[in-house]
């Protein structure tokens, strides 16, 4: 039996957020996971470049190795998850997980790229604080 998937809906109720770049780093595509995630909505987001979500001081390695996979056509994160520090649209500071997939037009070029992003900043300050208080623990005499 043959089910059909609407990847539309599909891509807008999963609990990722999805963002798709063009070659040039412009986003083409932003679910509402990543409207609930980074703050900005679809219409915000569209035609924008990742700066957006990019903390400044990570830019330039960002788009070192954006342009990179771009020209080469391959990522070392497509299996590998990634997990690096983010921006909220109101400034404040997320860490997210994520992996890519390069994407190819109908001539096999590099059209883009996929990630699908986790927020895991509650776990990162959780293990955070969890590695402060066993360095403590560690520091008492006795110990």
């Known amino acids: 039996m043959k089910h059909e998937v609407d990847l539309h809906q599909l891509i807008n109720v ?3 957020a999805v963002v798709v770049s063009n070659v040039a780093g412009k986003i083409t595509l932003w679910n509402r ?3 609930e995630m980074f703050g900005y909505t679809a219409a915000e987001a569209l035609g924008q470049n990742l700066d957006i979500i990019t903390p400044e001081r990570f830019r330039a390695r960002h788009w070192e190795g954006y342009h990179h996979s771009m020209e080469t056509g391959t990522t070392k994160y497509g299996k590998q998850t990634l997990r690096v520090p983010a921006i909220h649209k109101d400034g ?8 890519v997939a390069m994407l190819h037009d109908e001539h096999h070029q590099v059209s883009g790229v ?3 992003i986790r927020d895991e900043t509650v776990r990162f300050l959780e293990e955070k604080e969890l590695k402060k208080r066993l360095i403590e623990l560690e520091s008492k005499p006795g110990a």
């Open 114 to 116: 996929v990630a699908v």
């Open 14 to 16: 999963i609990g990722d």
């Open 92 to 99: 404040h500071a997320l860490s997210i997980a994520f992996t």
């Open 33 to 35: 996971a990543a409207e």
